[in-house]
């Protein structure tokens, strides 16, 4: 309910009038800000984690996530620079591509880009893109980065949030299917999260469990050859039911103790998706050099 001070301008205007101006008042005060949407946020963590967990594991599970966030945030201004792709034709070269999720950059994957070196996976370009448009070009935007970057060989894909579902449409809709072997997502929303209602974007609305772009991505069937191993979180805030982060194809492996963010910095993951992808030099065909 709005007051009008006897003294005010507003209180000169006719009652319809006046109406018409505090519907535009409650549109502008309304709007659920950043300080609405953490305490919204927050209150759902809670309510989420305490009803099947003990409340010490959610309150050390939510400081671990604030730890992971804190340096994603640290990190994030020495991802801003985008990679030089340095492409090199040699049929028996692996590389991995990594793509990054909503409203980030690359360097959410540092820490585990360094671990797959230290394995032997020193082919690696990373894909940096602004959050905004539509999924679909998005995915455009990785074809035409991995055909610069790119010149020959095989590749991987190990994908984070959004940048899963980027992957995905990039592999079943565009033909990228043909050039890759396999594909690792975190925490991606593959049958959408209702935490993007949060979010008043049309964009952030093809991630909802019922927009038309998962609908048609669900429908296709899956790439013939592709091995597929989704990574779950237990206590994953933004991926809301947590089972949609299991692919429909493929296997999936969870985590139950880790959030959304914690995924990209604990070394357990780091193993396991190191174990899938193998030797560098595994599996790499004897024909002609993709392009």
């Given at each position: 309910m709005y007051y009008v001070r006897s003294d005010s301008p507003l209180a000169a205007c006719p009652q319809q009038d006046r109406r018409g101006r505090n519907q535009r008042i409650r549109r502008v005060f309304c709007f659920p800000g950043p300080f609405f949407l953490a305490r919204k946020c927050h209150r759902l963590y809670y309510k989420l984690m305490l009803t099947d967990h003990e409340p010490d594991l959610v309150r050390s599970a939510i400081r671990r996530e604030a730890l992971a966030l804190l340096a994603h945030g640290v990190l994030m201004?020495?991802?801003?620079?985008?990679?030089?792709?340095?492409?090199?034709?040699?049929?028996?070269?692996?590389?991995?591509?990594?793509?990054?999720?909503?409203?980030?950059?690359?360097?959410?994957?540092?820490?585990?880009?360094?671990?797959?070196?230290?394995?032997?996976?020193?082919?690696?370009?990373?894909?940096?893109?602004?959050?905004?448009?539509?999924?679909?070009?998005?995915?455009?935007?990785?074809?035409?980065?991995?055909?610069?970057?790119?010149?020959?060989?095989?590749?991987?894909?190990?994908?984070?949030?959004?940048?899963?579902?980027?992957?995905?449409?990039?592999?079943?809709?565009?033909?990228?299917?043909?050039?890759?072997?396999?594909?690792?997502?975190l925490g991606t929303p593959h049958h959408g999260t209702h935490a993007a209602n949060f979010i008043p974007s049309a964009f952030v609305r093809q991630l909802l469990p019922e927009s038309p772009f998962l609908q048609q991505l669900n429908a296709q069937p899956p790439p013939e050859g592709l091995e597929v191993l989704s990574i779950v979180a237990g206590r994953d805030l933004l991926i809301q039911p947590v089972a949609s982060a299991r692919c429909g194809f493929g296997e999936s492996v969870s985590f139950d103790d880790l959030g959304h963010v914690e995924l990209l910095f604990r070394p357990e993951v780091f193993a396991a998706i190191a174990a899938r992808l193998g030797s560098p030099r595994q599996q790499l065909p004897a024909g002609p050099i993709a392009d």
């Open positions: 201004p020495f991802g801003a620079r985008r990679p030089r792709p340095r492409p090199e034709r040699r049929r028996e070269q692996r590389t991995l591509v990594f793509v990054h999720g909503l409203g980030t950059n690359r360097s959410g994957f540092f820490p585990l880009q360094a671990y797959l070196r230290l394995h032997g996976h020193r082919r690696q370009l990373a894909f940096n893109y602004r959050s905004g448009g539509s999924i679909e070009r998005l995915a455009l935007q990785l074809k035409r980065a991995i055909d610069a970057g790119v010149g020959g060989g095989r590749i991987d894909l190990v994908t984070h949030s959004l940048g899963g579902l980027v992957a995905r449409f990039y592999l079943q809709l565009l033909g990228g299917a043909r050039r890759v072997d396999r594909l690792v997502t």
